[in-house]
């Protein structure tokens, strides 16, 4: 049986004057162990189909089956614990309590699980040196980098040992080096046995993922090897990219901004 | 930077087996989320001081109002307890002064006929129910050995009857006789004060003292300690015999009588005692008595009903303090829950159930109501304290009234922070988390 089912999910934002379908038909199912980034253009869906994924939010119709059950159909309560036992989320901006360090971070959804304290700064230990931040335990978010507050994040989202792990978008307020540093981890917490679902918008990190899935307006296009439906639409890609850039360098030159270094970290 | 070495863990979950918090982990987890939340609440609380101090000054003004005026309000109750056991529960008072009555009564007590010798020797006679019935006269006067002199001693005169009525104790020596009284022996018994003061390293009993224009009294007894009452000595007392007073300090003071009626028929005695009276005082069935018949409770009454107005506005202006000080509690409460959204959003998509975002968010308001508390507390008492230093009012600080001050402040908490938690609560975690 699949780790994931989503069964004809659509999702209808209601503003009032307007309704917006975020999602309109999804229908696809994830193994447990599969690495699957989801491509598409901003706006797409994106974003809500992963927080129904993460139980952060309910489908409007369809059913959405995490090992088997049914969550469409569970208490608040009962969501805060699939959250908390099954699912381990990383958001682009990181999302880490700012007075709280790199530890206390890590050790935060252990408490909700009613993990001692002891237990929960090993666990938190432990989660920290397999991102390589052992050093780093005692920092607060402010005095990280961006690469290693995303790292923190990731840890947090690993102490728990989730059976999914959730990423919106992690390398997207990362420089490219950065990025590459996450993505490489994240390859690694695949080979480990972990069952990840990563959100991007760089193709090139698609790619590397050994399955893609393609959202255009709230509906799958492409479903495939990620080679395949990362670089698929590769010339639209490239002339949306074209546009950005031309649009960032007369912003650039505009406010004579510096230069956009590779190597440099981010915040 | 980040090289693979990573430890390979196996891949063991069966997707259909869903993971549990079984039940005592789910119990445990109620304490370990109370802690967590305690340390949050302290750890904001510190994070935010001039803003807590703010509020936590609204909340110790609330509290410290309640508990000094309640700890006054004790304390003249405590003054007039002690009082009023002077007293003996079974004892009548018959004088021309209704106690406990108000100003407009005072004007038509004043023309009424003093009590005196005739309406003591009617009730002896006529009186068959009293165990005992005693005169008592009053004045103030000087009481000295030689150059060692005291200004306004309380000096009674009576009859040996008085003891019976309650109130004092003779600790060493003896009361007065009937002999006393009917030759008029310069025989007095003196208070723990002026035993203090006159004998504090010399036998008392047949000690001589000044007394007033008596030149030589002769200490018979002395008196237990009585202690203080409404912020006055009750032990600055010196009683003679009535005959003896009269000599000293004219016999015709209007006097109250004391009778002490068998326990249990104080009602009874109280109607013959009006009878003896008004017959001897030949007032027509028509007419109102010109004398009064105290009793104890009648004066219990008059006084719990002007403690109990004070109370009342104490408690008054107590609410309304602590009114605002719970406003101020619910303003930076809501204000906290705004700053922290999208820690809410955070915290949710971890895995907090709404009880815990609300139980960490009430421990919050209560800790900052708490602090206020203790702070109002300590306040409050200090306010007391002086109060009962430089006022002849007594403070008593009982600890109920500490329960008060602490249980009220932990009540506005919880009342003013429920709303602000509330909130927090049931925001949706994804609006909360993309809350700027
Ligand atoms: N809370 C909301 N209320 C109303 N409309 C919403 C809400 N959230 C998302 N939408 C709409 O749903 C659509 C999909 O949004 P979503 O955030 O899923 O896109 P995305 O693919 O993640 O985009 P991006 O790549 O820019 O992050 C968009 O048209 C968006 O305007
Ligand atoms: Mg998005």
Known sequence: ?267 | MAEATLPAAAPKRAPIKHKRIGFWRSILRIFRELREAIVQALTSLVAHRLRAALTITGIAIGVGTVIAIYSAVAGLDDSFAKQLSMLGPNTLYVSKWSWGSNRENWWKLRNRPGVGRGDYRALLAGAKLPEAVAPIVGTQSTVGIGEHELQNIDIRGTTDAFLESGGFQVKHGRFLTSVDEEIGTDACIIGADLEDAFFKNAEPLGGRLKVGPMSRCTVVGTLVRKGNAFGQSQDKVLILPLSSFGRAFGAKRSMTIAAVAPIGRVRETEEELIQVLRTYRRILPDQDDNFTVNRQDKILQSFNQTTLALKVVAGLIGVITLLVGGIGIMNIMLVSVKERTREIGVRRALGARRSTILLQFLCEAVAVSCVGGMVGTALGIGVAWFLAQVTPMSAAVSPSVLLLGVGFSIGTGLLFGIWPAASAALLQPIEALRHE
Request: aromatic letters at 4%; a negative charge.
């Open chain 1, 1 to 267: 049986m699949a780790l994931i089912e989503l069964q004809h999910i659509t999702k209808t934002y209601d503003l009032g004057l307007s309704k917006v379908h975020a999602l309109r038909d999804i229908d696809f199912n994830i193994e447990k162990g599969e690495f699957v980034a989801i491509v598409g253009q901003s706006g797409s869906g994106k974003s809500t189909l992963m927080n129904i994924l993460g139980c952060l939010d309910v489908p409007t119709t369809g059913a959405y089956l995490l090992g088997g059950r049914d969550v469409s159909t569970l208490a608040d309560d009962e969501l805060a614990d699939v959250r908390n036992l099954e699912i381990g989320f990383v958001f682009q901006s990181f999302q880490l309590l700012p007075r709280a360090s790199a530890l206390e971070n890590v050790e935060l959804p252990l408490i909700y699980r009613g993990v001692s304290p002891r237990e929960r700064r090993e666990k938190a230990k432990a989660a920290l040196d397999r991102v390589q931040l052992g050093d780093r335990t005692h920092h607060k978010p402010t005095e990280l980098s961006g690469g290693q507050r995303q790292r923190v994040a990731i840890a947090r989202a690993l102490v728990t040992d989730p059976s999914l792990l959730l990423a919106d978008e992690p390398t997207g307020n990362l420089d490219s080096a950065t990025g590459e540093d996450i993505i490489r981890l994240f390859l690694e917490l695949h080979a480990a046995g972990n069952t990840i679902v990563l959100v991007t918008h760089e193709p090139k990190l698609a790619a590397r993922c050994p399955r893609a899935v393609r959202v255009v307006d709230g509906l799958v296009v492409a479903d495939g090897e990620g080679q395949r439906v990362a670089f698929e639409n590769q010339r639209d890609i490239d002339a949306a990219a074209a546009a950005a850039l031309a649009a960032q360098q007369q912003m650039a030159s505009g406010l004579s901004q510096r230069e956009p270094g590779t190597g440099a970290h981010h915040g």
